[in-house]
């Protein structure tokens, strides 16, 4: 499955990242390791195929939320291409961190740590963020904290540390409030009022979605500019993916997805990892000088292309885990209330017992609403 940012097909970007240079070792707390671990693809998605008109760079990269699923993907690909990376994230990744690889574990909210780590970097990619689904979703002031708070902070390191690329991990939910979205693009589609998202990530990732872009342009401590830019994506999947999948797989194991809920009709997007990171990589290609700079303060939307109903797409998960797909279908207002009520239950039953909602509102919204976005020449 061979996809295509809008940019890569308009501008034939390619890339060539050399010389392995030093890891930043600031902290006490980083972790280094030996061989690279296996990890999956799709098929022809091989960065290195791309390989060819950028002049030879030296990368010192930085990531954050490189604990993650995203992340640390993320900095493998990176590291494979010779690139000097250090993930950056308050929990360490569960996968083995391969050579040219520093995991340093700190937050993404401590403006001394930041300062050290992206010490001589030349590119951020900014993929922290908190609260985007289960009952992180309720945790508003630590949404706020992150999702805000420390992008305002990587935005300023960014400037006092001399790094001209930044590159931040947006969310499709910046334009998506639970309103039918159908073909739309960068041009067309506006930001989501903030007062009307009823979850506190969409608002925040929209906030910081937003300063980055204004961030573009901006004075740098050596003299020359911040070439910022955003890539928002739709839900994350692949081999070895943590949060999505899994998380449904519990629920039909233990018979609670028997329903089928939302407008038959209605389809979504989603994104394989390593599109993602290959959308990642090609943007910090495109905000150099060899590349004239073309992402410069620009959005993006990266998905697979392709606009699937969410319950079709997972019946293999079903299958696979020997359950009938469901087939009884419920009416949207009851799915909202139910997911509303969860939400409340949870809140009331916190300080005796943990528990976990079924779905929030917001995923309620998203499974039953249109909201497809292909790239800008489509796929």
Not at 88 to 99: A, F, H, M, S, V
Request: proline share 6%; glycine share 8%; with cysteine.
């Amino acid at each position: 499955m061979e996809q295509f940012s809008t940019w890569e097909k308009k501008c034939f970007v390619c890339l060539v990242i050399e010389n392995r240079i030093s890891c930043c070792r600031c902290d006490p707390k980083h972790i280094s390791n030996g061989v690279v671990p296996p990890w999956s693809q799709t098929s022809d998605c091989n960065l290195n195929r791309h390989a060819g008109a950028l002049s030879k760079r030296s990368m010192n990269t930085v990531v954050t939320g490189g604990g993650g699923y995203f992340g640390y993907n993320l900095g493998c690909a990176l590291a494979k291409l010779g690139a000097s990376v250090v993930l950056l994230d308050t929990q360490e990744p569960i996968w083995e961190i391969p050579n040219g690889v520093v995991f340093i574990q700190a937050d993404v909210r401590d403006y001394d740590v930041l300062f050290a780590v992206c010490e001589g970097a030349d590119c951020v990619f900014h993929a922290a963020a908190y609260g985007m689904s289960g009952l992180e979703q309720l945790q508003k002031e630590k949404i706020e904290s992150i999702n805000v708070g420390g992008t305002k902070l990587i935005i300023e390191v960014c400037k006092q540390q001399n790094i001209p690329r930044l590159i931040y991990t947006s969310t499709v939910n910046v334009v998506f409030g639970g309103n039918p979205i159908e073909d739309g693009d960068e041009e067309t589609v506006p930001y989501f009022p903030l007062e009307k998202h009823i979850d506190h990530y969409s608002k925040t990732k929209s906030i910081a979605d937003q300063m980055v872009l204004a961030a573009n342009g901006t004075p740098v401590a050596g003299g020359d500019k911040l070439r910022t830019c955003v890539l928002r994506s739709p839900g994350i999947y692949g081999p070895g993916e943590q949060r999505h999948l899994p998380r449904v797989a519990v629920n039909i194991q233990k018979g609670l997805f028997r329903f089928k809920f939302g407008d038959p009709s209605t389809k979504m997007n989603w994104v394989h990892v390593q599109n993602l990171v290959k959308a990642h990589i090609l943007a910090a290609v495109a905000l150099t000088s060899e590349r004239n700079y073309i992402a410069s303060g620009q959005a993006y939307y990266i998905n697979d292309g392709k606009n699937v109903n969410l319950f079709e797409w997972i019946t293999p998960l079903f299958e696979k885990l020997g359950c009938s797909p469901p087939w009884i279908r419920i009416p949207t207002c009851f799915v909202y209330v139910a997911a509303t009520a969860m939400e409340y239950l949870h809140l009331a039953l916190k300080p005796v017992i943990e528990f976990t909602p079924l779905l929030t509102r917001n995923e309620g919204a998203e499974h039953c609403r249109d909201s497809h976005i292909p790239n800008r020449q489509g796929t």
